[in-house]
C-alpha cells in the first residue's frame, strides 16, 4: 500500500515554494525567488514536482498552504491555487501560520526563536516560540516594541528566524542576546508536513472561511473607510 503524499504550498514573501510528501517524508522540494509573480511561478513549479515525483492531483491526500502573516497578494495567489484543487479534487485543506513554519524551521530545540517577517511602514509581523509553547503570538509591531515583549518573556540567547536584520539593532539597545537564524522564508517541506500531520489526526479547515492572516486591515480597506 503506497504512503499518502501531502502538496505544500509557500507564497507568504517573496518566494514560491511547493513540496511534496508526508509526515516522516520529502519527496520534493522547491523555492524560487526569480523576481516573476507568484502566480506566474507557481502553478509550473508544481507541475513540476508532480512530474518529478510521478503523482497525480486526485491521488493526493491533501494540501498545506502558508496563510501568513506576510505580503497580502502574495498570500492570496497560494490560498487560491489551494483552495481551487481542493474543490477539484475533493481534498482537504490545512492553513499554517507563516511565522510559526519560520521558528520550526530554525530547529533550536530549548531556545526560544523569534520569527520576524517585514510588515513594511517601519513594521514587522512577529512570534515567538520556545518549542510547543508561544511566548509571543502573532503580532504585528515597531522592532522597539517587539524588542520590549521579548525582553520580557525569556532571558539568555535567542535565535531570530526570517528577517534578522529588521529588528537586530532593537534588539541589541534591549540588551537582548540573539543570534541569527538564516531561515529567510518559510520553507514548504515545512508546511507540508505540519500539514500533513494535523490532516493525519483530524479534518482539515473550512475552505469556505478559510482566510489569509494578515494582521492588518489591507491599504485598499484603509482608503474605503476614509472614503465614507
Excluded at 540567547?157 to 540588551?175: E, F, H, I, K, T
Amino acid at each position: 500500500m503506497s504512503r499518502p503524499c501531502f502538496l505544500g504550498i509557500e507564497t507568504s514573501g517573496v518566494t514560491t515554494g511547493v513540496a511534496l510528501g508526508d509526515v516522516d517524508a520529502v519527496l520534493f522540494e522547491e523555492s524560487l525567488g526569480s523576481g516573476a509573480s507568484h502566480d506566474e511561478l507557481l502553478l509550473p513549479l508544481l507541475d513540476k514536482a508532480l512530474k518529478a515525483t510521478g503523482t497525480r492531483l486526485a491521488g493526493l491526500a491533501g494540501i498545506g498552504v502558508a496563510i501568513g502573516p506576510g505580503m497580502f497578494s502574495a498570500l492570496r495567489v497560494g490560498l487560491s491555487v489551494a483552495k481551487g484543487l481542493a474543490v477539484a479534487h475533493d481534498l482537504p485543506v490545512k492553513g499554517v501560520n507563516a511565522l510559526w513554519a519560520l521558528a520550526e524551521a530554525a530547529g533550536s530545540p530549548g531556545r526560544p526563536v523569534l520569527a520576524v517577517v517585514d510588515a513594511r511602514k517601519s513594521q514587522v509581523y512577529a512570534a515567538m516560540y520556545l518549542d510547543a509553547e508561544q511566548l509571543i503570538e502573532p503580532a504585528v509591531l515597531t522592532p522597539p516594541e517587539l524588542a520590549e515583549l521579548a525582553r520580557q518573556r525569556v532571558t539568555g540567547r535567542l535565535a531570530v528566524a526570517g528577517n534578522a536584520a529588521l529588528c537586530a539593532n532593537a534588539l541589541r539597545q534591549a540588551g537582548i542576546d540573539f543570534i541569527a537564524a538564516g531561515i529567510a522564508a518559510p520553507p514548504p517541506r515545512v508546511i507540508v508536513q505540519a500539514a500533513a500531520r494535523a490532516l493525519v489526526n483530524g479534518p482539515g479547515d473550512d475552505i469556505e472561511t478559510l482566510e489569509p492572516l494578515y494582521l492588518r486591515r489591507t491599504d485598499a480597506e484603509l482608503n474605503r473607510e476614509r472614503r465614507t
